[in-house]
């Protein structure tokens, strides 16, 4: 293990960058401000999750939906009323939450936002197959047929039923083939399908929501509670998922200017573009790129910047950098890119960088390519000298990815570093190096305040979850450490 660690004191820079200054720190208590803020915006946006649920049955209650409650055959049509409108508004959630929306991924970050998208689709289909089932018994009851024939007759004989059986189809392949995804490694296409799957399944869901019996007749409530709540995620997510990119990629107009080696494997992507005081400010948050050359155009890479725009032009011209390790076959084509190679951007995402900080001191931990995000996170989030620490964990000194660009960060900001290199110590547990663990080496050993610090974590995910929880036993809250999952 070779571990080098830098004392808190500023020096000058020598990274070829804008020099910055050591002293850069907001007031006292803007942190824990800023955490105050976005924890009301959680909590803001958690009531209007659970609102639109109370008003999908709220509004049926008020256009007079249970006086029809005189018979069991009506008991369970209302049932199954209320299971399907519960059911698409938990649908509708889902959408919103997978559109980017930036004020939702500026609160609780695009990794947080698609793991609650993935816990409201079991709900979801439940409701909405309760939905089917105790429709198809309460007609049934009425006209005195088994909830089988019903179901056919439902189909044959109501205009735009059929509509709702292919949606209730279209949404069981979605949830099953998503269970079965998470216990297996897909591509990205795969998931991609999944996602159009569940837009093909809402958009078909829809027409007989209007147009079968007076649930959503003119001049209700609830028709225009529908209309209102279907319109906007629609428009959510042509804006933010379509047109957004579009015109990101039509101003910033990137173009590949180089590729250069880092080590065995690893390169930066060197784009130049115009107008990229738009991207500064954001180390640590992820874009994902399309790079628009032939048999690569298709196939997004969610990458963060590892440094901040370089602006040697006009209205913001200049070039910007990513890190790319070859982690497979779709990155390895990367590492081959030509200069002049057209890209495509979506972003920035995410909440790895200063708007999570709830603290003043700062460490930050990273392995492997994971280093780079908090390469340009360094750069950019405010600390006073002695308030931040960064470990950098790889086998070897080559693993390092970046290295000597931190240190000259560190030396121009007055920042701790520590190099933890060598094999993993034993245990599946740990994510120290083995000589560290002989030695009796916490996490405390290297930063005894740490319960005082926000914590970055990034690298690979069990190796990531390792250092989370031992960040946990040294004593930093759940809302200090901020790791981001590149999930779809």
């Not at 000589?435 to 190796?463: E, H, K, M």
């Amino acid at each position: 293990m070779k571990t080098q660690l830098l004392p808190a004191s500023p020096a000058a820079s020598s990274s070829g960058r804008p020099e910055l200054s050591p002293t850069k720190e907001p007031a006292r208590g803007w942190f824990a401000r800023q955490y105050r803020q976005r924890m009301l915006r959680t909590d803001l946006l958690t009531v209007i999750a659970w609102a639109s649920v109370a008003a999908a049955v709220a509004l049926w209650l008020a256009d007079g939906g249970a006086t029809n409650i005189t018979t069991p055959a009506a008991l369970f049509t209302a049932g199954g009323i209320v299971a399907g409108l519960a059911g698409m508004d938990l649908v509708l959630l889902m959408l919103l939450l997978a559109a980017r929306i930036p004020f939702i991924d500026r609160t609780i970050g695009h990794d947080r936002a698609l793991e609650f998208h993935g816990k409201l689709g079991k709900p979801s289909l439940y409701l909405l197959l309760a939905h089917g089932v105790l429709i198809a018994i309460g007609y049934g009851m009425a006209e005195g047929l088994d909830p089988v024939s019903e179901s056919i007759n439902l189909w044959v004989q109501v205009p735009d039923m059929w509509l709702a059986f292919v949606s209730m189809a279209l949404f069981i392949a979605v949830v099953v083939t998503s269970l079965v995804a998470v216990r297996r490694r897909f591509p990205y296409e795969f998931w991609y399908v999944v996602h159009l799957l569940t837009y093909a399944a809402v958009a078909t869901s829809i027409p007989h929501q209007f147009s079968v019996g007076g649930l959503f007749a003119a001049g209700t409530w609830q028709r225009w509670y529908w209309l209102a709540i279907c319109i906007y995620t629609g428009s959510a997510l042509v804006y933010f998922r379509i047109l957004e990119p579009v015109l990101a990629t039509a101003r910033h107009q990137l173009t590949v200017a180089k590729v250069e080696a880092v080590a065995p494997g690893v390169v930066n992507i060197v784009m130049r573009g115009r107008k990229l005081d738009q991207l500064a400010g954001t180390g640590g948050r992820f874009f994902i790129w399309r790079f628009l050359a032939p048999g690569m155009w298709w196939h997004p890479h969610p990458f963060s910047l590892s440094a901040e725009p370089i602006f040697n032009g006009p209205e913001g011209q200049g070039t910007l950098r990513v890190t790319v390790r070859n982690l497979g076959s779709g990155s390895a084509q990367l590492l081959r890119l030509r200069k002049g190679t057209k890209v495509a951007l979506e972003g920035p995402y995410g909440l790895l960088s200063t708007a999570a900080r709830t603290k003043n001191k700062v460490v930050m931990i990273g392995a492997g390519i994971g280093i780079t995000p908090l390469r340009a996170l360094l750069e950019t989030t405010p600390f006073a000298p002695g308030e931040a620490t960064v470990l950098l964990r790889g086998h070897t000194d080559q693993e390092i990815y970046l290295g000597g660009e931190i240190l000259d960060l560190c030396q121009a900001r007055g920042a701790r570093l520590f190099h933890l290199t060598g094999p993993r110590g034993h245990g599946r547990s740990t994510w120290l190096p083995d000589d560290a663990v002989r030695n009796g080496y916490s996490l405390n050993s290297y930063v005894p305040d740490i319960a005082d610090a926000d914590v970055y974590v990034c690298g690979p995910a069990a190796w990531a979850a390792n250092v989370i929880a031992d960040a946990g036993k040294a004593g930093v809250r759940e809302e200090q450490i901020h790791h981001e999952r590149f999930d779809w």
